[in-house]
Structures are given as C-alpha cells and as structure tokens.
C-alpha cells in the first residue's frame, strides 16, 4: 500500500526539519546522464524528497549497465528515461518527473535545462563532459552546475572528493581515473562519486538564504 503524500512529507520532515525539507521539495535539479553517476544520483535526491527531476538520457538499459546502474535485468532494452522514471516512481510516488530521451548539445542544452536550480553532468565522455559544462558557464551563469570527474578503478575511497572550482561550479571524483586507462568501473566507487553529486545538491539547498561563497568544500 502505498503511503499518503502528506505521510511521505511527514516522513521526511521527521528526518531533514521542516524548512529544509520545504527547500528540497520546492528545488528542480536536472541530471545529464542516467548511467551509472545518473541514476544513482537521481535515486538519492528522490529519497531525499527534492520535488522535481529532469532526466536526460539517448540511451537503452543493456545488461552491462546492471552492475553499477540503478537498472533491473527486467528493464533491459528501456529507454532509460523510462526505466528510472519507473524505478523512482516506487521509492518516491508523489515525486514530479520530467524526462527527455535526447541527446544533450550546445543547440538543445538551454531549453532542456532552464528551469532547473542545479544542474548535475553524469556523462560518460570527456567532450560531452566538457560541451555541457563550457554551455552551462557561458550562457546560464547563474546556474550551480556539478559534474563527475573520475571515479574509475578500484583504488581507495578516500580519493574521491568534492571541490569547489567557483562559487556555482563543483567537481566530484577523484580528477585522475579513466576506463580509457583499463581500469574498469566497481558500482562502489561510481556509487560514491554520485553520492558525493547528490550531496553537494542538498548542500547547495540547504545554504540556499545564504551568501554563496560561504558554501565551502
């Protein structure tokens, strides 16, 4: 039986307070990318209650995505959009989805992201990675943006971090690792990189009234 949306609310207020609980339901935050930092980002956020999600994904699940994606073997050849949509539908029932099975560029990115308060990159590729990020910067200044920047390999946890590049600008990962090098993706470690992203979003909110730059890593 699925609970009442003010049990969920209570729920959650019970855990976060009710002022911040009220910033995370009133934010919209867009996630880039629904592989493995993607939808574990998007699986956090939801379970923390933020009221509206915009998911951007081209691609299928494949069951090579299931070891480190928030992905069922049943959902195999699903457009992600609509396998995760599905998947943070049974955590957070009430949550607002907003989902676009495209391909992110500089011509698209602006209309599919204006209305969000933070925008997380979760791409896999180092350009894509880049063109969101230069577009984000340069024409939606005013927009927090978090990328990942590896997280690859099965070296410590404790290399995977946050810093703050500029006072809307925040990185995530341990800045070095590459796949390209060989070492392969461990769920854990890509686990980490996304939960350090939906971290900084609820960081973000919960300084929300106040000045920037106190926002500190």
Known sequence: MIPKKNEMINALEMRHGKELQERFSSATVAVCGLGGLGSNISISLARAGIGKLILIDFDKVDITNLHRQQYKATQIGMYKTDALSENLKEISPYIELEAHTVYVNEDNAKDLLNEADIICEA???AECKAMLANTVLENMPAKFLISGSGMAGIASANTIKTRKVTDLFYICGDEVSDISDG???FSSRVMLCAAHQ????????SNKTKERRNINE
């Open 183 to 185: 070492t392969g993706l």
């Open 198 to 205: 939906a971290h900084m979003v609820l960081r973000i909110l």
């Open 123 to 125: 791409f896999d590729k």
